[in-house]
């Protein structure tokens, strides 16, 4: 899975994820550094010694997460962008992620942008908190995002689109927007239906026939399944209420 995609597994993750007992008392590295190769800057620039010497340039890294104490000079020095910290005591309700982000333009602090996956699919909403950008021009730049804390060790990269406040409206009918219909999708609302029923897309005048296919398209980006598998609800035919009178005849304007 690594060698081909790039992206580590469960397994990979479990050996360089700190235990909940050491999230739990502030800031730490997480070094998601997978194979052999002659690299070690972390180590240099890691003042504190929370990782360990290498006894062979090739070695994989080290950390001692006792010692460590989240600062993020390994972050910027790490030129496979291989290293974050995670800040679990950040607020009750968020964690604060610090990632590498060697992009231009840099995002504003106190804007909002989309937190990634390491497969890049869009997670969660995130908020810019601080930038770090040294003047020293082999340095990369770091960002903190502040970022629901169940995705702490889900969301390593972002995107500056924010994703989920699109006002595209999907469901005219109802008035419903693409950033609303991404959330609903988040929250694990994964078919037509649910999303129906939640949000009301597809209950008005038209009854689904323009933001149906458009919820799917979404689920299909979002989930991974299939457009042509997806389940879709029974259209009727559009209506539009009368008074009882035009019924009877008794209207002016017949």
């Given at each position: 899975?690594?060698?081909?995609?790039?992206?580590?597994?469960?397994?990979?993750?479990?050996?360089?994820?700190?235990?909940?007992?050491?999230?739990?008392?502030?800031p730490v590295a997480i070094i998601e550094c997978f194979q052999k190769?002659?690299?070690?800057?972390?180590?240099?620039?890691?003042?504190?010694?929370?990782?360990?010497?290498?006894?062979?340039?090739?070695?994989?890294?080290?950390?001692?997460p006792d010692i460590c104490n989240g600062c993020g000079v390994c972050?910027?020095?790490?030129?496979?962008?291989?290293?974050?910290?995670?800040?679990?005591?950040?607020?009750?309700?968020?964690?604060?992620?610090?990632?590498?982000?060697?992009?231009?333009?840099?995002?504003?602090?106190?804007?909002?942008?989309?937190?990634?996956?390491?497969?890049?699919?869009?997670?969660?909403?995130?908020?810019?908190?601080?930038?770090?950008?040294?003047?020293?021009?082999?340095?990369?730049?770091?960002?903190?995002?502040?970022?629901?804390?169940?995705?702490?060790?889900?969301?390593?990269?972002?995107?500056?689109?924010?994703?989920?406040?699109?006002?595209?409206?999907?469901?005219?009918?109802?008035?419903?927007?693409?950033?609303?219909?991404r959330e609903y999708i988040r929250k694990g609302y994964h078919t037509?239906?649910?999303?129906?029923?939640?949000?009301?897309?597809?209950?008005?005048?038209?009854?689904?026939?323009?933001?149906?296919?458009?919820?799917?398209?979404?689920?299909?980006?979002?989930?991974?399944?299939?457009?042509?598998?997806?389940?879709?609800?029974?259209?009727?035919?559009?209506?539009?209420?009368?008074?009882?009178?035009?019924?009877?005849?008794?209207?002016?304007?017949?």
């Amino acid at each position: 899975m690594l060698k081909s995609t790039g992206i580590p597994t469960k397994q990979d993750l479990e050996t360089v994820i700190p235990s909940k007992e050491r999230l739990a008392k502030g800031p730490v590295a997480i070094i998601e550094c997978f194979q052999k190769i002659p690299c070690n800057p972390c180590y240099t620039s890691c003042k504190r010694g929370a990782i360990k010497e290498f006894a062979d340039i090739n070695d994989r890294p080290e950390l001692n997460p006792d010692i460590c104490n989240g600062c993020g000079v390994c972050i910027s020095n790490c030129p496979g962008l291989a290293i974050s910290v995670v800040d679990e005591t950040y607020s009750d309700t968020e964690a604060l992620v610090k990632i590498p982000y060697e992009f231009i333009p840099l995002p504003d602090e106190g804007s909002f942008v989309t937190g990634l996956d390491r497969s890049g699919k869009p997670v969660c909403r995130a908020k810019v908190v601080k930038v770090l950008n040294g003047k020293a021009q082999d340095r990369t730049p770091v960002v903190s995002l502040a970022i629901p804390k169940e995705y702490s060790m889900v969301v390593r990269s972002m995107s500056l689109d924010d994703y989920y406040s699109d006002n595209t409206i999907i469901c005219r009918c109802e008035e419903i927007t693409l950033g609303e219909i991404r959330e609903y999708i988040r929250k694990g609302y994964h078919t037509v239906d649910e999303i129906k029923r939640i949000s009301r897309a597809g209950m008005g005048r038209c009854q689904g026939r323009t933001c149906t296919p458009l919820i799917m398209e979404e689920i299909e980006r979002a989930t991974g399944k299939k457009v042509a598998d997806q389940k879709v609800h029974t259209y009727r035919p559009p209506t539009v209420p009368i008074k009882l009178g035009q019924l009877i005849g008794g209207e002016d304007n017949e």
